[in-house]
């Protein structure tokens, strides 16, 4: 779930706020934009990710309801570093850069709350990285799994309540499209999930938590 640090708060209260609906697919803000403000995500789903050199992209986060998109560039000045596009239909909040900004250095206690949100959402990519770097192919997928269950949650029908393309799985557990429908199927033959049109149904939530268990083995030299 979203790790709140009530920056969020002080941005919903704010006068100038702007409130529009992002479309699935359409872009919020684009790599190397200069930045125009703070976005605050009220309903739907978000990919943050970044541009390959072979027209491919790398998600690097799955942002929801209560997260704050743009925080660093408004912050630091510099140019978006990736791209933000709905994975569906998104309510979201708007504040310029300038209000942002003004609003922040206005109150000390404000600029503490950036931080640790800044800090929040470092320690969530460095535990992704961590997390894709350790485990194998499968055991990603689970994980991955596992973090969608707890950020969006199921329905009645045992259905996750955010729908991604095979592609957007691959990209976001670092495994190729084509290994990725390989591992989708193993994982339904073994009667944990099935996948239709970007449905993930959720079956054996135990054993999708096992299969996310990295066994470790100890040497004894």
Do not use: W
């Amino acid at each position: 779930m979203n790790r709140n640090t009530g920056l969020e708060e002080i941005i919903r209260n704010h006068i100038e706020l702007a409130h529009f609906t992002i479309h699935k697919n359409d872009f919020v803000f684009k790599e190397n934009d200069p930045p125009s403000g703070i976005y605050l995500i009220n309903s739907g789903s978000i990919k943050i990710f970044k541009h390959e050199p072979d027209d491919q992209e790398r998600i690097l986060h799955l942002a929801t309801e209560g997260d704050i998109l743009g925080l660093h560039s408004v912050v630091n000045g510099f140019v978006y570093t990736n791209s933000a596009a709905a994975i569906s239909d998104a309510e979201v909040s708007f504040i310029s850069a300038k209000d942002f900004m003004e609003l922040v250095n206005s109150n000390n206690t404000y600029k503490l709350l950036v931080m640790k949100n800044l800090c929040s959402r470092i320690d969530s990519m460095e535990d992704h990285i961590v997390r894709i770097s350790e485990k194998m192919s499968d055991e990603r997928f689970a994980d991955t799994l596992l973090m969608l269950v707890d950020k969006y949650g199921i329905n009645k029908s045992k259905e996750l309540n955010v729908q991604l393309s095979i592609d957007e799985l691959a990209s976001y557990t670092c495994t190729s499209k084509s290994y990725m429908k390989k591992i989708i199927t193993e994982f339904a033959h073994r009667g944990m999930i099935t996948f239709s049109a970007g449905i993930i149904k959720v079956l054996n939530l135990g054993q999708i938590k096992n299969t996310a268990i990295v066994q470790n083995t100890v040497t004894v030299n």
